[in-house]
């Protein structure tokens, strides 16, 4: 059965990034299937742990909150970066936030508007 973990604090710096990316590389190495998704719209970042980047990602969440593609699209499988002795069942997804600046400001704008 799937499962969910949300990784969250109130204050900034504190590891969130790193530690995501530390727990589901080390989950998927063990054969788990694992996605993780960057909810940290105004400020992502984990993307930079993968090496990715803006030309690289393409599509983000942005694009599947605003409704221009499914989610399926904007799941890239970053399984290479798991090495090569690994479990034939291990895959690794990274759903981006956007680091668009005018991206950015436009969902912050809306939500402002959400009351968030
Ligand atoms: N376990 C750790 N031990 C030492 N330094 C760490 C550890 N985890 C993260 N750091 C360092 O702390 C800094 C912040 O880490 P990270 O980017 O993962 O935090 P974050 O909570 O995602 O930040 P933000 O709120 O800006 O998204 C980075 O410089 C990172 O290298
Ligand atoms: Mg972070």
């Given at each position: 059965m799937p499962k969910i973990v949300a990784i969250h604090s109130?204050?900034?710096?504190?590891g969130k990034?790193?530690?995501?990316?530390n727990l589901a590389t080390g989950m998927a190495?063990?054969?788990?299937?694992?996605?993780?998704?960057?909810?940290d719209i105004q400020s992502p970042g984990i993307h930079v742990l993968?090496?990715?980047?803006?030309?690289t990602t393409g599509r983000s969440?942005?694009?599947y909150l605003w409704g221009r593609c499914s989610i399926?699209?904007?799941?890239?499988?970053?399984?290479a970066v798991l090495g090569q002795?690994?479990?034939?069942?291990?895959?690794?997804?990274?759903i981006p936030s956007s680091m668009n600046a005018?991206?950015?400001?436009?969902?912050?704008a809306r939500a402002t508007t959400w009351g968030c």
């Open positions: 109130y204050r900034g710096g504190t990034s790193n530690l995501t990316a190495r063990w054969g788990y299937r694992v996605g993780i998704i960057d909810t993968f090496g990715l980047d803006e030309e969440l942005n694009d399926v699209e904007v799941a890239h499988d970053i399984t002795s690994v479990s034939d069942r291990s895959q690794l997804f990274l005018g991206e950015i400001a436009r969902f912050c």
